[in-house]
């Protein structure tokens, strides 16, 4: 009997280690570059930066910026719809996310923004219509206060860009807090993306895809050191609502994730210029829950 428990104590201590093993063993290096057989790869100031395009050529050019943690491919089902429709887009992974480069430095949103306009200035595109996903949202309007120039419409899909944060004092990111944030997130982190969905049932799959970028290097850190570098981007909305730029809001009607009701106050002070709408029967991410409904809002009404 002894035996028995101590075999069985054995083989759960050797699937948990397994499992904590297949964590965070990729190094995205050159090796891993040339793997990726999609897109393509430019060395800017602060790393790689993985990106695709299509339609460059066209007068009307679509930048696609990803949230938090899930890379570009959140944008898929509208990426491809524009290029049918004829637009040339843009997209890529923000550093520390998808196949970009894991940085040892703080994740910002200048950082992020300064990545957006590097890559823009590499492609030789002068301007462009920005789409900004939750996270994204806060990147959109580093780029516009930075590069105003650069922007002719700015559209914030579920954007968090207008909550209030506590700003951190200890921007640093310790070993100790990977390991822990590893250790009590990396197991049910990928499930959790499904919470982003009024209707999780209708995404199966969608955690398993997420799975893989748990095997990049770097990636705990930067989650960690992104939310830690969340700062008020008042002044930016501020200017941005002073400006002649177009700027748009779109909400799911049933978003958890970024509670509208918590800061629409504070946005109808600072950009009561802009122009909203709400897509129906959609979570945290309309774009993916109510696609045909929200393209037809963005193509037919807000980019035409």
């Known amino acids: 009997m002894k035996k028995i428990f101590f075999n069985t104590i054995f083989l759960l201590v050797f699937v948990v280690s397994c499992q904590f093993n297949n964590y965070e063993t990729v190094d995205k290096n050159k090796r891993f570059r040339d793997q990726i057989k999609t897109g393509n790869f430019v060395k800017l100031n602060e790393g790689y930066t993985y990106y695709e395009i299509k339609n460059l050529d066209s007068e009307k050019i679509l930048v696609f910026i990803h949230g938090f943690s899930v890379p570009s491919y959140i944008w898929d089902e509208t990426y491809y719809s524009a290029i049918d429709r004829g637009f040339g887009v843009i997209r ?3 550093y520390g996310r998808g196949y970009s480069s894991n940085l040892n430095t703080d994740y910002t949103d200048k950082l992020f923004a300064e990545q957006v306009i590097e890559l823009m200035k590499e492609l030789n595109i002068k301007n462009a219509d920005f789409l900004g996903l939750s996270n994204g949202g806060r990147v959109i309007s580093k780029i516009a206060y930075l ?7 700015l559209i914030y899909v579920s954007a968090n860009s207008f909550m209030d944060h506590q700003n951190s004092r200890d921007k640093s990111v310790s070993g100790k807090e990977i390991n822990e944030f590893i250790k009590n997130n990396y197991p ?6 499904l919470l982003d969905f009024k209707y999780p049932e209708n995404f199966k799959g969608w955690d398993k895809k997420y799975e893989d970028l748990l095997k990049y290097k770097g990636f705990a850190r930067a989650l960690i050191s992104t939310r830690k570098n969340h700062i008020n981007l008042d002044k930016e909305n501020t200017y941005i609502n002073n400006t002649k730029i177009p700027f748009f809001t779109i909400w799911g009607d049933s978003d958890s994730a970024v509670i509208y009701n918590d800061f629409k106050d504070k ?7 802009r122009k909203e709408y ?3 029967q959609s979570g945290h991410l309309p774009n993916k829950e109510n696609t045909t409904e929200f393209e037809n809002l963005l193509f037919e009404n807000i980019l035409k």
Do not use: A, E, Y
């Open 92 to 94: 890529l992974d923000l």
């Open 147 to 153: 590069k105003p120039n650069l922007v002719k419409k």
């Open 267 to 273: 946005l109808n002070k600072i950009m009561p210029r």
């Open 188 to 193: 049910t982190i990928s499930k959790g993306q």
């Open 278 to 280: 709400f897509i129906s």
